[in-house]
Nanobody, 123 residues
Framework: QVQLAESGGGYMQAGGSLRLSCAAS????????LGWFRQAPEKEREFVAA????????FYADSVKGRFTISRDNAKVAVYLQMNSLKAEDTAVYYC????????????????WGQGTQVTLSS
């Protein structure tokens, strides 16, 4: 089992920056890929970014590439999402996920989820 807890969401104007954090705990939590997804109202959950267990490879949705950066600290067993140049369309609940068993971009592939943190941007 892996437990995940997100933090760092908030309300702010578009154009700014936010850093989301996700603390992971449980067996093997430091040795599995970690990722971020988001879900806007009345929309399906969508892939944002993922990082391999070593941190050597990262993956991003086209909509956030160049603006968001995913990183992890295996000593702290945490994953971060630095979000810059935020847009109103980035408004969503952001979820941390762990231990995918298939395609990283598919929510169904991920076995563990946090409860989410709300990010709201005003235009």
């Amino acid at each position: 089992q892996v437990q995940l807890a997100e933090s760092g969401g908030g309300y702010m104007q578009a154009g700014g920056s936010l850093r989301l954090s996700c603390a992971a705990s449980g067996r093997t939590s430091s040795s599995v890929p970690l990722g971020w997804f988001r879900q806007a109202p009345e929309k399906e959950r969508e892939f944002v970014a993922a990082i391999t267990w070593s941190g050597g490879s990262t993956f991003y949705a086209d909509s956030v590439k160049g603006r968001f950066t995913i990183s992890r600290d295996n000593a702290k067993v945490a994953v971060y999402l630095q979000m810059n140049s935020l847009k109103a369309e980035d408004t969503a609940v952001y979820y941390c996920a762990a231990d995918p068993s298939g395609e990283y971009t598919t929510p169904q592939a991920w076995d563990y989820w946090g409860q989410g943190t709300q990010v709201t941007l005003s235009s």
